[in-house]
């Protein structure tokens, strides 16, 4: 535990550097109300281990580059915002519920999610890739079957761990498949080796890698299909979905996503409709 929290450490410390990352927590509304919810805050619920998508900084405060995203378009609608940390296996419980309204947080559009969500357009594309321990040497894994008779692991509940659930001709061949409640861990035990390789979000994947390019290779192999990333709101709840992306569709036309994209990537990765 001792090791994770200052991995964290030094993650944040270089993101302060490289991204300039905001604060979290509630924003306090900027324009005129809109509607009968105008003073009830939009509940966004994340997995805050989650960089850099939404993170806790060294002040526990919840930042990430969803994070920027989600505080810019409520204070285009004028309200308040809150962020919490939720299991995320149990996310579209929590969304049901009520106890979030939206999840924002490097969330793969899927046929099986559609069923129980409402997603907006997409705004991102994503793959899950290959990542290794770093060698001198080039890796063996050119292709998804070269994951044969090792150790993989990948985030519980991610797009990835449905990719294998639903591919038992590849998960089959695999030594093991671990899961992890968070992606850190994952890491973790790749770098002390009792993981061969990760299946994980290239977005995510390789901002970590990034911080510990000595330690990590990231492979440019391709497992499942591309995705797109989408923010999702309960499925009946089509007026918050639709002014929320009234919102992002006016911060892609001035601008404002794309230098929130170039703060945290250093490239603009938003994808227009």
Avoid at 50 to 58: A, R
Avoid at 215 to 222: E, F, M, P, R, Y
């Amino acid at each position: 535990m001792r090791l994770k929290k200052m991995l964290m450490a030094a993650m944040l410390a270089a993101c302060t550097i490289f991204a300039g990352c905001g604060g979290g927590g509630d924003q306090p509304a900027a324009d005129a109300p809109k509607g009968d919810d105008a003073s009830k805050a939009i509940v966004v619920g994340l997995d805050d281990e989650y960089p850099p998508m939404g993170f806790k900084d060294e002040n526990n405060e919840i930042v990430g580059f969803d994070v920027d995203l989600a505080k810019e378009a409520a204070k285009r609608l004028g309200r308040p915002v809150e962020f919490k940390g939720i299991d995320w296996a149990s996310k579209e419980a929590e969304l049901k519920s009520g106890r979030v309204d939206i999840l924002w947080n490097g969330l793969d559009i899927t046929p099986e999610r559609q069923e129980n969500m409402l997603f907006s357009a997409p705004y991102m594309d994503n793959r899950q890739i290959v990542f290794v321990r770093h060698s001198d040497e080039p890796s063996p894994v050119t292709e998804e079957a070269g994951l044969a008779g090792l150790t993989v692991g990948t985030q519980a509940a991610s797009t990835a761990e449905d990719y294998f659930a639903a591919t038992p001709e590849l998960t089959g061949k695999l030594k093991e498949l671990k899961t992890y409640g968070d992606y850190i861990s994952a890491f973790m035990d790749l770098e002390n080796g009792r993981l061969d390789a990760i299946v994980f979000d290239e977005i995510v994947g390789r901002y970590y890698m990034s911080k510990h390019s000595e330690k990590i290779d990231a492979l440019d192999v391709t497992v499942g299909p591309t995705s797109q990333f989408g923010i999702a709101f309960r499925k009946d709840d089509t007026a918050l979905r639709d002014e929320v992306q009234e919102a992002f569709d006016e911060m892609v036309k001035d601008g404002e996503a794309k230098r929130i994209s170039e703060r945290w990537f250093g490239a603009d990765l938003i994808k227009s409709k």
